[in-house]
């Protein structure tokens, strides 16, 4: 019998975690910089708390994990995406009371959705995530798409540009859905099971077909921006004016609706153009949203936000030659003469560690010419070489390995002796 992973999802190896790390210190260091916190919402939440009335998504409608607990009618969903439980906890924790709105927080972890594995997207996928909740103005708009901006910049992706259009307020989607239910209703009945369905729930997301986004219908379905209310057209404009007053490049989109039901006015999608990223090619994406609040039980209050696929933004990396990652080198590596004095090397081992240092040793009792070798593959700054003389006088050799100097110093002295060391290289280092 064999073991293997569930389709659709993924080992992340010691090997390759590395990448993770430094995208997620990054993260949080950008977050840092914009006043954005930290929150961790469950994995599972309550199924109605995604799936909200008649909505077209196919993430609702087709993707979600959801299951009933045992000898219970309780409806539990893995969470395919952040936002909604973020504005769930929102409102649960009454953080739209705080004195200091809008509420600025960010999430990294695991979405589940079941749908077809492909390139940059499995059915397990890591999201970095920001929600701002509790203000609506169009700097806000141009603030989270500058962080992700500022983000995929600071990595060095350079083939990336932003796709923005506006959705509108609510009069001007009223308006757009009669004027796209008009120009479908005689070719409606040819078109994908999909696009039926969305005719009646959500005719915008007519546009996000992936089937028949070539029919000539579709060509000459009527733009969202030809029924735009003043304020709406006004909101979209100051956003357009942050972005170009940040020099943030970006095209107008008018087939651009997103995925969720969700959206209102801003929304965006920020894509790479290089070709290894073939169709997969969107980093981040997300937009404003009013309602959500409300539907949860609180006031009248908008937000905004956006994900990223980690998995896909690794990909964009590896499609521009950019190295994530690399192995962090040892500090030192303890070598034992033989297996009798194991013990006299481990607790040198843990001396070194309490000092701060990155530290390992042989555990396989190896030559010295093969823990030699672990000293290679590891990148050790130091050896430390446990031989007989410990036994004899206590002392042990401190031996740094880019110039093969070395000191004989006491067992208990050997953190003293690699701070001496580590400071001398510092010092070389600056002259």
Request: aromatic share 10%; with cysteine; net charge negative.
């Amino acid at each position: 019998m064999s073991y293997q992973m569930p389709k659709g999802t993924q080992d992340i190896l010691p090997k390759d975690i590395s990448k993770w790390h430094q995208l997620e210190d990054l993260i949080k260091q950008f977050c840092y910089v914009y006043d954005y916190q930290e929150i961790r919402t469950p994995i599972f939440e309550h199924t109605n708390v995604f799936k909200r009335g008649n909505d077209s998504s196919d993430m609702v409608n087709k993707e979600m994990y959801t299951f009933t607990l045992d000898n219970s009618s309780t409806s539990l969903t893995l969470r395919p995406e952040g936002t909604a439980g973020v504005a769930r906890s929102f409102v649960e924790n009454k953080m739209y009371g705080y004195s200091d709105l809008p509420v600025k927080l960010y999430y990294v972890g695991p979405q589940f959705r079941h749908e077809r594995p492909q390139k940059g997207r499995q059915r397990i996928f890591n999201q970095f995530g920001i929600e701002v909740l509790g203000a609506k103005n169009p700097l806000l708009d141009v603030e989270t798409i500058a962080l992700g901006w500022s983000f995929v910049s600071a990595l060095g992706l350079k083939d990336m540009k932003v796709l923005i259009n506006t959705l509108g307020d609510d009069e001007t989607r009223s308006a757009y859905r009669i004027a796209l239910q008009n120009h479908f209703k005689n070719d409606i009945e040819n078109m994908c099971g999909d696009c039926k369905r969305r005719y009646h729930q959500n005719p915008l997301r007519i546009l996000d077909c992936k089937v028949d986004h070539e029919l000539e219908i579709m060509k000459t379905a009527p733009k969202m921006s030809d029924y735009l209310t003043a304020d709406s057209k006004a909101y979209f404009q100051q956003v357009l004016a942050g972005l170009d007053a940040l020099d943030i490049p970006y095209e107008i989109d008018d087939r651009l609706v997103r995925g969720l039901d969700y959206y209102t006015h801003t929304v965006f999608e920020v894509v790479s153009v290089n070709e290894q990223m073939g169709s997969q090619s969107t980093v981040f994406a997300g937009g404003r949203y009013d309602g959500l609040v409300e539907y949860f039980g609180g006031p009248e209050m908008s937000g905004i936000g956006w994900a990223m696929g980690l998995e896909r933004l690794i990909l964009a990396c590896e499609g521009e030659g950019i190295e994530l990652g690399e192995d962090a080198a040892l500090d030192a590596y303890v070598l034992c003469s033989n297996e009798n004095l194991s013990l006299q090397a481990f607790k040198a081992l843990t001396m070194i560690r309490a000092g701060g240092y990155r530290s390992d040793m042989d555990y396989l009792n190896r030559s010295f010419k093969a823990q030699f070798k672990s000293v290679d593959r590891k990148h050790a700054t130091f050896a430390i070489l446990i031989d007989e003389k410990v036994l004899e006088d206590g002392t042990i050799t401190v031996k740094k390995i880019a110039d093969k100097s070395q000191l004989i110093v006491k067992l208990e002295d050997v953190v003293d002796a690699l701070d001496q060391m580590f400071e001398d290289d510092h010092d070389h280092h600056e002259e």
